[in-house]
């Protein structure tokens, strides 16, 4: 596992892979399986994993943080970078900087919520939770009325972000007004376009942000890599045809929910085994998983 800073030239050379978390029967984390669905990942080119939502981490137990950092480590690549996630709630996040200041990650994503909270009470939880740690945290900005560009920029200034993972979904990705503001204040190396492979060439072309986060390049890697590749060499018409080609998985995850997908999807196109989803998320319908098996499949097979 890497275990230097984060680098902002590693988003053009790789996809930050966001994983789910695979269980075994009894609901614990499964060092096999985990290590498989890693394995796989890896051999396509991917040596960036960010677990968080995808993973289900809102409802990890307390007690079963630390070996979730333990087994991540140990079965990761030496070069692999892995990014695990604390919070949403601030005090189960000062009792992770606890666990995290003992081990080697680089740094950690803080993840979002906007149950009781107000910006300034986020950016003194943030502030306090990196002083706690000790490193740079990731800095997750999902929907308006969280923290505003400017509050962002503040933290960035402050040398409390490692870098940003902005995944406000719009109905024109190109009209983002927000990320307009926020690319005005930030230097967009730390800007990490946060939402897959759909507005991924959008987001690095007009806003100039650096790689994106995927979660179906967990099914296919080496597909989004030269998706990733492609954009970087300014071949869009490639990428366009690539970003295409994610589309039905992707379309399932918004029609049905986007982590319970994309856990399943995983599972049953024989990727590794997930295990069941934890609460308090639940699994999908069987006439869903059936179209979420033909989606991941057809996907996994693409060269």
């Not at 599972?267 to 590794?272: P, T, V, Y």
């Amino acid at each position: 596992m890497q275990t230097t800073p984060v680098r902002m030239e590693q988003f053009r050379s790789s996809v930050l892979a966001v994983p789910p978390l695979a269980r075994d029967d009894d609901d614990r984390i499964s060092r096999e399986e985990n290590a498989v669905l890693i394995r796989h990942i890896e051999a396509g080119g991917v040596s960036m994993l960010l677990y968080g939502g995808n993973a289900n981490l809102y409802h990890i137990r307390p007690s079963e943080y630390e070996f979730l950092l333990e087994m991540l480590e140990s079965v990761a690549g030496p070069d692999t970078l892995v990014i695990p996630s604390v919070g949403p709630s601030f005090g189960m996040m000062m009792d992770q900087a606890d666990i995290l200041r003992k081990t080697r990650y680089p740094t950690a994503m803080v993840l979002p919520t906007k149950a009781v909270m107000t910006e300034a009470g986020l950016m003194n939880g943030f502030r306090r939770f990196v002083e706690a740690f000790g490193r740079p945290a990731v800095l997750y900005i999902k929907e308006e009325g969280y923290i505003s560009p400017e509050g962002a920029a503040e933290l960035v200034r402050d040398g409390l972000v490692s870098f940003i993972k902005y995944a406000i979904v719009r109905k024109d990705t190109a009209d983002d007004e927000f990320l307009s503001r926020l690319v005005s204040l930030v230097d967009t190396p730390l800007i990490c376009s946060g939402i897959g492979e759909q507005p991924a060439l959008i987001h690095m072309t007009k806003f100039r942000l650096n790689g994106y986060t995927s979660g179906c390049v967990c099914v296919n890697p080496a597909l989004s890599q030269k998706m990733l590749k492609a954009i970087i060499l300014k071949d869009y018409d490639l990428a366009e045809k690539i970003r295409r080609k994610f589309l039905p998985l992707e379309d399932l995850r918004n029609e049905i929910q986007p982590i319970r997908v994309l856990h399943e999807a995983v599972s049953l196109c024989g990727i590794a085994k997930t295990g069941k989803q934890f609460p308090l998320l639940s699994g999908i319908t069987e006439s869903a998983a059936d179209r979420v098996r033909v989606a991941a499949t057809e996907l996994l097979a693409v060269n």
